[in-house]
């Protein structure tokens, strides 16, 4: 027998008891006469203690030889300690071993297995194996565990089947790059990795089955950032008979569930709502962080054609309102001038305005306009003395763009963005099409499948871009954790989209036959949402990488640098599916 307990769980009450323990050597102590070995395992750290004088040779000859990750079992008795380590829930007592085996030896690990490492991220990403033996990456996946499991047990409660998808799939557009695969059996043809399981959640609709979810990997080939990774996990939902409010209430009910019972914090239901239209004007952003207020005021009319330039060659001023900052000082100022004009937020400048104590106002365009000119900027502002303006100008979906990352900043820099607070809300009526200038074309804001809003179809054809979906984005503290639709249900709304996003009839068939075809067999009005579930995770957990909750990641560059992928593939391998390389093309 390995163990009769973990390294987690003897308390003074075990005191006497003879147990067994295997883990690994965290430390190993010799403090000349008495030597002390930190076994750990997943559950904890237990001490063992060897007295060199009472102890027999053989056991501190092993312990002797033992170093840092060794695995062993150990035999003894609880004993209290004389010391007792208020840190460690095992603090109150020590093992005094009349049996140690060395189970396995370690290399010196790369980097120490602590709560705090000193390796660097690319060398505990090789060494993952090892990482996930401290605490905060173990920890992160039973964190992960926890929300699946809670998410399995509220789903099941509700009715929903959790249902498999396949893998090997064609290609579903959502935006992205697909990963593909090639077919040995039919040479020349691919299978691609699904970007989510759309179409066929789809079609179980179809099947009848009414309530469908699925932890599923999707699977996307995009330019990776702090938040990406080229396959992640989706908590994947889809109902039938339903509206959107249906699916709104559902699961706002689910996020409610999951921080009651993985985090203990109460989440008031319904959710906020906003309007994508408002969410930009008010936030310049679709994925606001509603814990603090802040929000941009438009100043387009009121600050042009005062004979300042800069503000009157543009599309659009808009500034926030720092409370409490019009104490600011130089260095302060010239930090979010330059915070402003790094390449990643791109603004030319920031104009600033002081709403002193006094009532006065200072301000970086005190040439161009009057005292009365800047009351009227503070006023449209909700500004009151004592806080200072920011203000940016240029055209306008960029300036809002770098007025919503300015926002995040001031937020951060004025302590607004508490972590333990939660903030969720409903993004409802995005734009149902997108204008890409560069390919020129519309393409699907969300995907294919999604309905527009009754009252907007009539736009369909004279102003498509003016039509409004059936979409809906879940958005907590500034993060989008998951988004969906009510579906296209009828062939000829299918088509029409189709044909919208620059499809011609025979490649809507090629792609999407499967689906028209289906939709010619009845199909109940449906709808459904995917969440992010690397993300939630990252939420719960409080970081802004869903790296940390993925147990066997990929780095920035996507690749897998402990099993070192992507790699190359054999001749034979090549031979097989019949490709040829071509990497210098
Ligand atoms: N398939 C969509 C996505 O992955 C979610 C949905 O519409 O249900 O974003």
Redo the contacts with the bound molecule.
């Keep these: 027998m390995y163990r009769t307990h973990n390294c987690g769980e003897l308390r003074l009450k075990h005191q006497g008891q003879k147990v067994t323990l295997s883990g690994w050597v965290q430390r190993k102590r010799d403090k000349g006469g008495m030597i002390w070995i930190d076994l750990r395992d997943r559950y904890g750290v237990t001490q063992l203690a060897f007295d060199e004088s009472k102890t027999d040779k053989n056991i501190l000859d092993t312990v002797e030889k033992c170093g840092r990750e060794y695995v062993l079992k150990a035999t003894g008795n609880v004993i209290e300690r004389y010391s007792k380590n208020d840190n460690m829930p095992t603090g109150d007592i020590e093992i005094f071993p009349d049996a140690l085996e060395i189970l396995s030896a370690s290399k010196t690990p790369p980097f120490t297995i602590e709560n705090e490492s000193d390796g660097s991220d690319e060398l505990r990403m090789k060494y993952r194996y090892l990482d996930i033996r401290r605490n905060p990456v173990k920890n992160a996946l039973v964190l992960r565990h926890n929300i699946a499991r809670e998410t399995r047990k509220y789903l099941d409660k509700n009715g929903f089947l959790e249902i498999e998808t396949p893998n090997l799939i064609k290609s579903t557009p ?1 935006g992205a790059r697909d990963f593909v695969v090639p077919s040995r059996m039919h040479p020349g043809t691919f299978y691609a990795l699904p ?2 399981p ?1 179409t066929f959640k789809q079609l179980l609709m179809l099947g009848g089955i009414d309530k469908y979810f699925q932890l599923v990997k ?1 699977y996307r080939d995009e330019d990776l950032r702090a938040d990406r990774q080229p396959e992640f996990s ?1 908590i ?1 939902c ?1 109902m039938s008979f339903v509206d959107k409010d249906d699916i709104m209430k559902q699961f706002e009910g689910l996020v409610q569930h999951l921080f009651k019972t993985v985090k203990n914090v109460d989440i008031e239901l319904p959710f906020k709502r906003l309007t994508w239209h408002e969410s930009m004007e008010k936030y310049g952003i679709d994925k606001p962080d509603l814990r603090f207020d802040m929000t941009i005021s438009e100043l387009t009319h009121l600050a042009q054609n005062k004979g300042f330039k800069v503000f009157d060659s543009v599309e659009y001023v808009g500034g926030i309102c720092a409370e409490k900052c019009a104490s600011y000082s130089r260095k302060q100022l010239d930090e979010l001038t330059k915070f402003v004009q790094q390449p990643q937020v791109g603004a030319k400048g920031l104009v600033y305005v002081k709403y002193n104590e006094d009532g006065s106002f200072k301000s970086s365009v005190d040439k161009f306009f009057t005292p009365e000119d800047l009351k009227s900027w503070a006023d449209a502002m909700h500004a009151t003395p004592g806080d200072l303006l920011l203000i940016l100008a240029g055209n306008k979906q960029e300036t809002l763009d770098q007025l919503s990352v300015l926002r995040l900043e001031m937020g951060n820099r004025l302590n607004l963005r508490d972590p333990g607070k939660f903030e969720p809300l409903w993004v409802v009526d995005f734009p149902l099409l997108e204008w890409d200038d560069e390919t020129n074309r519309y393409y699907a804001m ?2 294919p499948f999604t309905s527009a809003k009754a009252e907007d179809t009539k736009f369909m054809d004279i102003d498509p871009g003016k039509v409004r979906a059936n979409a809906y984005d879940m958005v907590i503290n500034g993060v989008e954790l998951g ?3 009510i579906r296209i249900h009828n062939t000829d709304e299918q088509q029409h989209m189709f044909k919208l996003l620059g499809f011609t009839e025979e490649e809507a068939r090629a792609q999407f036959g499967f689906l028209l075809d289906a939709f010619q067999y009845g199909v109940p009005p449906h709808g ?3 969440f992010g579930f690397d993300r939630i995770c990252a939420l719960f957990g409080g970081s802004d990488s869903i790296r940390d909750y993925i147990a066997f990641p990929k780095n920035n560059a996507g690749r897998d640098i402990m099993i070192d992928a992507p790699a190359t593939i054999s001749e034979k391998q090549l031979k097989e599916l019949k490709l040829k390389l071509d990497v210098n093309r």
């Design positions: 959502e970007q989510s759309q999707c989706q994947d889809e969300h995907h988004g969906g639709s459904g949402i995917a």
